[in-house]
């Protein structure tokens, strides 16, 4: 079995305090349990280096939950790739569904986001999904096509060059933190297309990681990583339980 991915979001959450125990507890038990997985946490931009100093001996790797679509420069408030390359991380999140649809991020800003990571050699964990009214109007497989096609159309010779520094989390907007997960058959049929897509889309992109993302459970968790295609997890509410995310961690 290849290497699984489970990566935690925190988003916006917790304070200093909070972000170092969670930090501590999940550091505590990953390197109790040796997983075989690759382990990733994103906590709150502003706890990074914290979080960093607690994972001295790299036991799991931290991303960042955003980065800037410019390099650096005059925009107030924002944090390039240098400034998270310069903290060691070694992921960063795209297009998360409350990037696109809250912050109003487009696939433009997305594809440049994903290029300044290449640049800086960060991976990048690139979120597409549709939303409730398209799944209702079946319109998944179009929307996610439209994603994905973007960004290949943008950065594709960046992707080309270096396929595995890409992952694409599969995230139906609906299914985030609302308990809901999309049916077995829904996810056999939406991964095999993108799979296929994504293939398409370059000679050695086989290799590309493909996760699924919305309302992992320690219930869920391993009928999703069995099932064909998904080769990890991103989790949101459940990873800010050191508890839960460890029980997720323990299921393969
Ligand atoms: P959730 O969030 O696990 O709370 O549904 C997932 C995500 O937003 O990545």
Known sequence: MSKKIIAGNWKQNGNLKQSIKLARDIFASVKK???KHEI??????LYLLETQKVNRENIIKIGSQNVSAYNDGAYT???SSSMLKDLSVKYCLVGHSERRHIIKESDKVC????QRLYEKNIKIIYCIGEKLSEYKCKKTKSVIKK?????FKNIGDQINSKPNN???AYEPVWAIGSGLVP???????????IRKTVDSAGKKNKSIKLLYGGSVSPDNALSLLKTKYIDGLLIGGASLD??????ICSTI
């Open 33 to 35: 349990n040796k997983y």
């Open 40 to 45: 990733i946490i994103f906590p709150p931009s």
């Open 77 to 79: 408030g924002e944090i």
């Open 111 to 114: 594809s440049s986001k994903a």
């Open 147 to 151: 994603q994905i096609q973007y960004i």
């Open 166 to 168: 890409i992952i694409f």
């Open 183 to 193: 049916t077995s058959k829904e996810l056999l049929s939406t991964f095999d297309f």
């Open 242 to 247: 050191a508890k839960k995310f460890i029980a």
